[in-house]
């Protein structure tokens, strides 16, 4: 029997069901606008309007933090990354205090020499000669660094390696624990992988970027879950790729910039006409401008010193990251200075 106490159930149950369907669509808008920010602004290329460089090879941004993250698997995603920032936690406080004591330097705070101020015992001996016995405190800016990790997303990387495991998971693990430390230590930074394959316009070959977080803030979770996505392509013209990271954190307004490459060893793919993959990775590593720091972690103990010299290390777990980074660290922050401002 259909009582009035049946239609106002009735009611209230379709009331109950639309209010499921508002809050779903506003979660839906939220998440999409959520997705959006993390670009950070940044357009998907699509094939064939990349960027030409010196050499004539096309670079494209084909993936961005909205693009790369997939609904379905994004709570699994950010899931990973915290689970190896709380797995290497201890390891990544040893890196943010190392890079942290590294830029704050070793000079002093005072300025000496100064005819008004705090009495200097340096220069007491000196004051019959000169009234400069003074020192006064100086406000030291830190600086500010920036930096772009580079993972090596070729058909290698999907190798396997020790733990069951292929490269790409290792170099993603090494990537969170860096992402978490740059974060940390208030860099502007971003995560870019690529690979690369023939063909592009003029023949010279083409580069896919997948920007998994771009410059600019701390990772949001969207990021976090790009960042922890594992991604294998083709072939890896290193060459290209690396020019295309030194020219892009030297737009960076920083004191400090850096570029780290996580690879499993040995270009393979598009190359300059006058030059090997080899070749070309070198001459692009010998010309980086002072300004920037360059170097690279190799994966699942693969050797990248060939290319990169002393400033590589090579790794066979996400465990070792602090203890090989650490010295590496200390060389490319070895001429970082900071700033007195007054």
Same mark, same amino acid.
């Given at each position: 029997?259909?009582?009035?106490?049946?239609?106002?159930?009735?009611?209230?149950?379709?009331?109950?069901?639309?209010?499921?369907?508002?809050?779903?669509? $506003?979660?839906?808008?939220?998440?999409?606008?959520?997705?959006? *920010?993390?670009?950070?602004?940044?357009?998907?290329?699509?094939?064939?309007?990349?960027?030409?460089?010196?050499?004539?090879?096309?670079?494209?941004?084909?993936?961005?933090?909205?693009?790369?993250?997939?609904?379905?698997?994004?709570?699994?995603?950010?899931?990973?990354?915290?689970?190896?920032?709380?797995?290497?936690?201890?390891?990544?406080?040893?890196?943010?205090?190392?890079?942290?004591?590294?830029?704050?330097?070793?000079?002093?705070?005072?300025?000496? =020499?100064?005819?008004?101020?705090?009495?200097?015992?340096?220069?007491?001996?000196?004051?019959?000669?000169?009234?400069?016995?003074?020192?006064?405190?100086?406000?030291?800016?830190?600086?500010?660094?920036?930096?772009?990790?580079?993972?090596?997303?070729?058909?290698?990387?999907?190798?396997?390696?020790?733990?069951?495991?292929?490269?790409?998971?290792?170099?993603? $693990?090494?990537?969170?624990?860096? *992402?978490?430390?740059?974060?940390?230590?208030?860099?502007? =930074?971003?995560?870019?992988?690529?690979?690369?394959?023939?063909?592009?316009?003029?023949?010279?070959?083409?580069?896919?970027?997948?920007?998994?977080?771009?410059?600019?803030?701390?990772?949001? !979770?969207?990021?976090?879950?790009?960042?922890?996505?594992?991604?294998?392509?083709?072939?890896?013209? !290193?060459?290209?790729?690396?020019?295309?990271?030194?020219?892009?954190?030297?737009?960076?307004?920083?004191?400090?910039?850096?570029?780290?490459?996580?690879?499993?060893?040995?270009?393979?793919?598009?190359?300059? *006409? !006058?030059?090997?993959?080899?070749?070309?990775?070198?001459?692009?590593?010998?010309?980086?401008?002072?300004?920037?720091?360059?170097?690279?972690?190799?994966?699942?103990?693969?050797?990248?010193?060939?290319?990169?010299?002393?400033?590589?290390?090579?790794?066979?777990?996400?465990?070792?990251?602090?203890?090989?980074?650490?010295?590496?660290?200390?060389?490319?922050?070895?001429?970082?200075?900071?700033?007195?401002?007054?």
């Amino acid at each position: 029997v259909e009582t009035e106490e049946y239609w106002e159930l009735l009611s209230d149950t379709k009331s109950d069901i639309k209010e499921l369907q508002y809050d779903a669509i $506003e979660m839906e808008d939220t998440f999409s606008a959520t997705r959006e *920010a993390s670009d950070g602004g940044l357009q998907v290329d699509s094939r064939g309007d990349g960027f030409l460089d010196k050499w004539g090879h096309e670079i494209g941004i084909i993936g961005t933090p909205s693009t790369i993250v997939n609904e379905n698997s994004y709570g699994e995603q950010v899931d990973r990354y915290n689970r190896v920032v709380r797995r290497q936690e201890s390891q990544i406080r040893t890196l943010v205090a190392e890079i942290k004591r590294r830029l704050a330097g070793r000079e002093s705070d005072f300025s000496r =020499f100064e005819r008004r101020g705090q009495v200097d015992s340096r220069s007491v001996w000196n004051m019959d000669a000169s009234d400069r016995i003074f020192k006064k405190r100086s406000r030291i800016k830190r600086p500010h660094a920036a930096g772009i990790m580079l993972i090596d997303a070729s058909g290698s990387m999907g190798c396997g390696a020790e733990g069951g495991k292929d490269r790409a998971y290792y170099a993603t $693990e090494a990537a969170i624990v860096l *992402a978490e430390v740059m974060a940390r230590c208030n860099f502007d =930074f971003e995560v870019v992988d690529f690979n690369s394959d023939s063909g592009g316009r003029g023949g010279y070959g083409y580069t896919s970027m997948n920007v998994r977080k771009p410059i600019g803030g701390k990772p949001t !979770d969207i990021s976090k879950a790009a960042i922890a996505t594992d991604h294998v392509g083709y072939c890896n013209g !290193d060459g290209f790729a690396v020019q295309w990271c030194i020219d892009r954190v030297q737009t960076i307004e920083a004191d400090a910039r850096f570029v780290f490459v996580l690879s499993d060893g040995a270009p393979a793919g598009p190359h300059p *006409a !006058d030059m090997n993959c080899h070749s070309h990775l070198v001459s692009v590593v010998n010309d980086c401008p002072k300004d920037v720091e360059l170097f690279s972690i190799g994966v699942a103990g693969c050797r990248t010193s060939t290319f990169y010299g002393d400033k590589s290390c090579d790794i066979n777990g996400t465990s070792e990251v602090a203890e090989k980074v650490v010295p590496i660290i200390r060389k490319a922050l070895r001429n970082v200075k900071r700033k007195v401002v007054i």
